[in-house]
T-cell receptor, first 115, second 112 residues
Framework: AQSVAQPEDQVNVAEGNPLTVKCTYS??????LFWYVQYPNRGLQFLLK??????LVKGSYGFEAEFNKSQTSFHLKKPSALVSDSALYFC?????????????FGTGTKLQVIP | NAGVTQTPKFQVLKTGQSMTLQCAQD?????MSWYRQDPGMGLRLIHY???????DQGEVPNGYNVSRSTTEDFPLRLLSAAPSQTSVYFC???????????FGPGTRLLVL
């Protein structure tokens, strides 16, 4: 069975500092990996995805994520945090062979950027 | 292009009542899904559809029904609401050959 873990319920970072939101996964085959962001009272918005290729994936709003197969991780990063980045971030995974319905979401990490 | 729309935004039900959560998309996406979001549990898939006339169960289907008579609409029905169904419900859609899902703004449901 596939799974995804976001070990931190909340991450606090000062504005202008680099941020990292952690995600580790478990799948039986090759993974599709995603990051979504949810602002208050809104639906999830796609940030970026890893399917294959370069391990460093660049996405929306200056975010990037690094796929590390040996550590089964897909951490979300940004070089300089903005107050407007404060939101709930979800990591998701799907096994290539899992089919449409087999997308598993993490429990979410609340990012708080402090002015 | 409105994307994925959901109605209502908020609903209060009494135990045993029925209701339908509406979801519509104007992007001609083949795939549509319903998720529920509960604190500390992430998103869990309720039902999904890969095209008009085709639906299937997700991870937590009990107490919910769906149908897909058109590509655009994917309503979720609660036949007899229970307090355990208090949650935030999200509808999502995507193109068959793409992995990126587009989410609606959500419906917040409270069952008393």
């Amino acid at each position: 069975a596939q799974s995804v873990a976001q070990p931190e319920d909340q991450v606090n970072v000062a504005e202008g500092n680099p941020l990292t939101v952690k995600c580790t996964y478990s799948v039986s085959g090759n993974p599709y990996l995603f990051w979504y962001v949810q602002y208050p009272n809104r639906g999830l918005q796609f940030l970026l995805k890893y399917i294959t290729g370069d391990n460093l994936v660049k996405g929306s709003y200056g975010f990037e994520a690094e796929f590390n197969k040996s550590q089964t991780s897909f951490h979300l990063k940004k070089p300089s945090a903005l107050v407007s980045d404060s939101a709930l971030y979800f990591c998701a995974v799907r096994d290539w062979a899992g089919g449409y319905q087999k997308v598993t979401f993490g429990t979410g990490t609340k990012l708080q950027v402090i002015p | 292009n409105a994307g994925v729309t959901q109605t209502p935004k908020f609903q209060v039900l009494k135990t045993g009542q029925s209701m339908t959560l509406q979801c519509a998309q104007d992007m001609n996406h083949e795939y549509m899904s319903w998720y529920r979001q509960d604190p500390g549990m992430g998103l869990r898939l309720i039902h999904y559809s890969v095209g008009a006339g085709i639906t299937d169960q997700g991870e937590v289907p009990n107490g919910y029904n769906v149908s897909r008579s058109t590509t655009e609409d994917f309503p979720l029905r609660l036949l007899s609401a229970a307090p355990s169904q208090t949650s935030v419900y999200f509808c999502a859609s995507r193109v068959r050959r793409e992995e990126t899902q587009y989410f609606g703004p959500g419906t917040r449901l409270l069952v008393l």
